[in-house]
């Protein structure tokens, strides 16, 4: 089937600790986005990649780093530079970067999520 | 920067009851977008909506684009348990960046 896969879906970590965070997609899709979600907010974008080897800062990108080596994964490393980091990790990946094409929506496909707690 | 204005923020209501729910802004948007959010999982797209005054339909949620492309409501038709959850709208800027609105959750009563 395909889809996006999130692992782990729990993981709990140290203050002071790196720890990465798994997106796998067999979508074949270009574009791969991160997403912080805290409680009552919204989703906040940490990261995205249009494409293989290139990706951009989001709003919230401080603390947190990526890589994007092979089109299916797109792995996020929250920091110890991250302040505040225990929140829900939403993945997502789209088969062009961009909102529209040919005036429709480049519909992002999200991941079950992985919920960060710092210790 | 941009910001969605979602109301209400959470909503109880009885089984069969219709919902609605709204968002607003300051600034245009090109495309609304209504996400849904089961507990613990990603947000998943209900309904699309790419012109000023468009009213689309999907099963019993019927949601429309704003004529000043400011804001869009969606509404839920004879609400069932599977409902519940957290929903989301998002507006996509001429940038084609997505902002998200800080949700609406629903709570069915038994």
């Known amino acids: 089937d395909g889809g996006i896969t999130q692992s782990p879906k729990y993981l709990f970590r140290k203050e002071g600790q790196n720890v990465t965070l798994s997106c796998e997609q067999n979508?074949?899709?270009?574009?791969m986005y991160w997403y912080r979600q805290d409680p009552g907010q919204g989703l906040r974008l940490i990261y995205y990649?249009?494409?293989?080897?290139?990706?951009q800062k989001g709003d919230i990108a401080e603390g947190y780093s990526v890589s994007r080596e092979k089109k299916e994964s797109f792995p996020l490393t929250v920091t110890s530079a991250q302040k505040n980091p225990t929140a829900f990790y939403l993945c997502?990946?789209?088969?062009?970067?961009?909102?529209?094409?040919?005036?429709?929506?480049?519909?992002?496909?999200f991941g079950p999520g992985t919920r960060l707690t710092v210790l | 920067g941009q910001q969605l204005n979602q109301s209400p923020q959470s909503m109880f209501i009885q089984e069969g009851e219709d919902v609605s729910m709204n968002c607003t802004s300051s600034?245009?948007?090109?495309?609304w977008l209504w996400y849904k959010q089961d507990p613990g999982e990603g947000p998943v797209l209900l309904i699309a909506?790419?012109?000023?005054?468009e009213l689309t339909s999907n099963g019993r949620l019927t949601a429309q684009f704003g004529i000043t492309r400011k804001d869009s409501f969606l509404n839920i038709s004879a609400s069932i348990p599977s409902d519940v959850g957290i929903y989301f709208c998002?507006?996509?800027?001429?940038?084609?960046?997505?902002?998200f609105g800080k949700g609406t959750r629903l709570h069915i009563l038994p």
């Open positions: 998002a507006g996509l800027n001429r940038d084609d960046k997505i902002i």
């Open positions: 909506l790419y012109k000023a005054g």
């Open positions: 600034s245009i948007f090109n495309t």
């Open positions: 997502a990946s789209s088969t062009l970067w961009g909102g529209t094409s040919l005036s429709s929506y480049n519909e992002q496909f």
């Open positions: 979508l074949n899709h270009d574009a």
């Open positions: 990649s249009q494409i293989v080897n290139d990706f």
